[in-house]
């Protein structure tokens, strides 16, 4: 069923991306592209004009389709005791995003009512503002309020070094600082759940994209007052929530806790500094032992010192068995200063995968993009 609904969401993507230079002949194209019938390729076309992201006009195998006005909207909250995401949804929210597949409707409701409450409750400002950017293709959508920040408001909360640390925390996941009223996984699930998800506050700029499934942080020189979330999201993909949930499960039979956290090992590198200290490490596997898996990702990290690597890969495990730790998108320098630091210590070994083997992770389920 996956690949089948991957299938159609790749015909979908064609038909769009090629449909305005091919008004009447894109039967024709999608039909030798996919080596499928005149009938299926049809199907897709329907429901794209189904959903708006099409319109179509004139007869029979002269039909002619285009891509639907992009449309527009915004509107100012003010916040109050009685504002609620899930009103704003239902009087708001879901008649601008229009009709949608049940799954694509799904992920933007999650997103947004999460987004939604965490200016309301915790920006300590008195506005939001939701724009919203609707094209044949996705959605765009930005929640903006005019509060103190999260990343700063984050630092203080959680007495974390700075706010570029406060972003390597928020990355884990589970991190709240309203533990009473909020699990701390809606940021975590969400910039999954979407094609792009980001975070623009003070001077720092959080982002996440489907495509490498990793977060990168950037620094302004112009700071923000507030925080603003942006969100993207393809209008015909085959995501679903539950697909993203499961991935961040143990896959244990009758469990449903969120068990499973990728760790960006860059956002622990500030500037030009290199990953050598025991310091460095330590805030890496902060709070990490709330999962049963960790998988450390790698990417775009040269290389790491050698008390750096033994803090995590001897210290960390002894202290902590029931923790699994991987570690991915390894280059052949980290890797030898991996396996340095467990010789001779009796700790369990450490997997770390080169992007070949990576694929062939058991631990991990398949890819949440489909």
Request: hydrophobic fraction near 40%; charge should be negative; charged fraction near 25%.
């Given at each position: 069923?996956t690949?089948?609904?991957?299938?159609?969401?790749?015909?979908?993507?064609y038909?769009?991306?090629n449909?305005?230079?091919?008004?009447?002949?894109?039967?024709?194209?999608?039909?030798a592209?996919?080596g499928?019938?005149?009938?299926?390729?049809?199907?897709?076309?329907t429901?794209?004009?189904?959903?708006?992201?099409?319109t179509e006009?004139g007869?029979?195998r002269?039909r002619?389709y285009?891509l639907?006005q992009t449309?527009?909207?915004?509107k100012?909250?003010?916040i109050?005791?009685?504002?609620?995401e899930?009103?704003?949804?239902?009087?708001?929210?879901?008649e601008?995003?229009g009709?949608?597949?049940?799954?694509?409707?799904?992920?933007?409701f999650?997103?947004?009512?999460?987004?939604?409450n965490?200016?309301?409750?915790?920006s300590?400002?008195?506005?939001?503002r939701?724009s919203?950017t609707?094209t044949?293709?996705?959605?765009?959508m930005?929640?903006?309020?005019n509060g103190v920040?999260?990343?700063?408001k984050?630092?203080k909360?959680m007495?974390?070094?700075d706010?570029r640390?406060?972003?390597?925390?928020?990355s884990?996941?589970?991190?709240?600082?309203?533990s009473?009223?909020?699990?701390g996984q809606?940021i975590?699930?969400?910039?999954?759940?979407?094609?792009?998800?980001?975070?623009?506050?003070?001077?720092?700029?959080?982002?996440?994209?489907?495509?490498?499934?990793?977060?990168?942080?950037?620094e302004?020189?112009?700071?923000?007052d507030g925080?603003?979330?942006?969100?993207r999201?393809?209008?015909?993909?085959?995501?679903?929530a539950?697909?993203?949930?499961?991935?961040?499960t143990?896959?244990?039979?009758?469990?449903?806790?969120?068990t499973?956290t990728?760790?960006?090992v860059r956002?622990a590198?500030?500037?030009?500094?290199?990953l050598v200290?025991?310091s460095?490490?330590?805030?890496?596997m902060?709070?990490v032992?709330?999962?049963?898996?960790?998988?450390?990702s790698?990417e775009?990290?040269?290389?790491?010192?050698?008390a750096?690597?033994?803090e995590?890969?001897?210290v960390y495990?002894l202290?902590?068995?029931?923790?699994?730790?991987?570690?991915?998108?390894?280059?052949?320098?980290?890797?030898?200063?991996i396996?340095?630091?467990?010789?001779?210590?009796?700790s369990?070994?450490?997997t770390?995968?080169?992007?070949?083997?990576e694929?062939?992770?058991?631990?991990?389920p398949?890819?949440?993009?489909q």
């Open positions: 069923m690949r089948v609904r991957a299938r159609g969401e790749e015909i979908r993507r038909l769009l991306t449909v305005q230079a091919n008004p009447i002949g894109i039967s024709k194209l999608a039909m592209r996919f499928v019938s005149r009938q299926a390729i049809n199907r897709h076309l429901h794209l004009v189904e959903g708006g992201a099409l006009s007869q029979t002269g002619e285009r639907a449309s527009q909207w915004k100012d909250y003010p109050h005791g009685g504002l609620a899930d009103i704003v949804w239902r009087d708001d929210i879901d601008v995003i009709k949608l597949p049940e799954n694509v409707r799904d992920i933007w999650i997103a947004f009512t999460e987004m939604f965490n200016a309301r409750d915790h300590g400002g008195t506005t939001i939701v919203i609707k044949a293709v996705n959605i765009e930005a929640i903006m309020d920040g999260i990343f700063r984050i630092q909360a007495n974390l070094l706010e640390h406060a972003i390597l925390e928020l884990k996941g589970k991190l709240t600082t309203d009473s009223r909020h699990s809606g975590f699930f969400t910039s999954r759940m979407l094609d792009a998800f980001e975070i623009l506050s003070g001077g720092l700029f959080f982002s996440h994209t489907i495509d490498s499934d990793d977060d990168w942080l950037l302004r020189t112009a700071a923000s925080t603003a979330v942006f969100m999201l393809d209008s015909h993909t085959a995501r679903t539950l697909k993203v949930y499961d991935a961040f143990s896959g244990e039979p009758g469990d449903m806790g969120f499973k990728v760790v960006p956002l590198q500030y500037g030009e500094d290199k200290s025991r460095q490490a330590k805030r890496v902060a709070r032992e709330q999962f049963k898996t960790v998988v450390l790698f775009d990290v040269d290389t790491i010192g050698q750096f690597a033994d995590i890969f001897r495990v202290a902590h068995p029931d923790v699994s730790v991987v570690a991915t998108s390894t280059k052949p320098e980290v890797r030898k200063m396996k340095r630091a467990q010789l001779g210590t009796g369990p070994e450490i770390a995968l080169s992007p070949e083997e694929a062939e992770l058991e631990a991990w398949e890819s949440t993009s």
